[in-house]
Each structure stands twice: as C-alpha cells, then as structure tokens.
C-alpha cells in the first residue's frame, strides 16, 4: 500500500506519475471498499454505532446530491442530534467525517476514502525524543508508519474490505 502526504490530489497524482515513470513495471491502483466511504459514514452517524475501535468526532460535511447542492457543515459540533439523521434522512450525505481510531490517530474520511487532517494524539510520540533531530525524524517516521499500517486495514474492515481488483 502506497500513502502519499500531499496538500491536494494534484499533488498526490505528480508522486504516482513520478514513481509510475521511474520504476518501469509498476502498476497501481486505487482502493475500492465494498462499502463505500458515502454509505459507511451515513450509517454511522444515523445510527451512532461505529465500528471497534473508531469513534466519531465533532466535524462533517453533508452535501445534497440534487441540483440544489445543498451543504451543510458542522464544526466543533456534537454530531449524534436528531438535525444531523434528518439531513441525512433528506438525501444528504456525509463526504466528509472527522473520526479518531484507538484514541492514537484522529482524521477526516472523505468520500473519495481519503485521510485529510491526519492527526497523531498524545502519547503517540511519548519516549521518541532524542537530542539529534535526524534520529527524531526517523523515529516519527517509524512511529507514524506504524499508527498507519494498523490503522488502514482497521478502516478498510469496516469500509466492507476491499473490493478484487476484476
């Protein structure tokens, strides 16, 4: 699995143009969930049962898919009202959902299954300090890359699993 940090998608596609040019048979392709992110995040915040380990924050975003276009956003908000199932209930849906796995990692679930405002929580880091700040780097790399290899096969349970590639 390839994770790329980048600021917009643009970015994140030059880095798989760039690797796709430079190493000669590499092939990739996106993760597709039998569940999508759409239908998952809407399920959870109706029925305020997220899977084990996943928790529900206080931001989203639900978006009419009629012509209206219709968007309502939610910031430092609880989200387990009555208003948030009815706009859901009204044809809104969830593209953006602010979670937090094992109280270690919080982020934003887009509806493309993207990890925006990826966050790692006190403790996370606790004992990686060191007086060089190239060890320091390595280490948050190691620690980061680890929070993310348990994370992401976590999250893509409970997106269903992932889809065979046909």
Not at 2 to 12: C, E, K, P, T
Request: aromatic share 4%.
């Amino acid at each position: 699995m390839l994770v790329i940090d980048a600021a917009s998608q643009a970015r994140a596609d030059e880095v798989v143009t760039l690797l796709v040019q430079m190493l000669p048979g590499l092939a990739l392709t996106l993760v597709n969930t039998r569940v999508s992110p759409v239908a998952a995040m809407a399920e959870w915040l109706t029925t305020q049962d997220t899977p084990a380990g996943f928790s529900v924050d206080r931001e989203c975003e639900l978006k009419a898919a009629d012509e209206s276009k219709a968007v309502v956003r939610y910031a430092r908000h609880r989200l387990d009202m009555e208003e948030v199932k009815q706009h859901i209930a009204e044809g809104e849906m969830p593209t953006r959902l602010a979670m937090t796995w094992t109280e270690r990692v919080s982020f934003m679930l887009t509806e493309g299954l993207q990890l925006k405002k990826l966050a790692f929580l006190d403790g996370v880091f606790e004992g990686a300090s060191s007086k060089n700040r190239d060890d320091n780097f390595d280490a948050d790399v190691t620690i980061a890359t680890g929070e993310l290899q348990k994370l992401l096969p976590d999250l893509l349970e409970a997106l269903g699993g992932e889809m065979p590639v046909a």
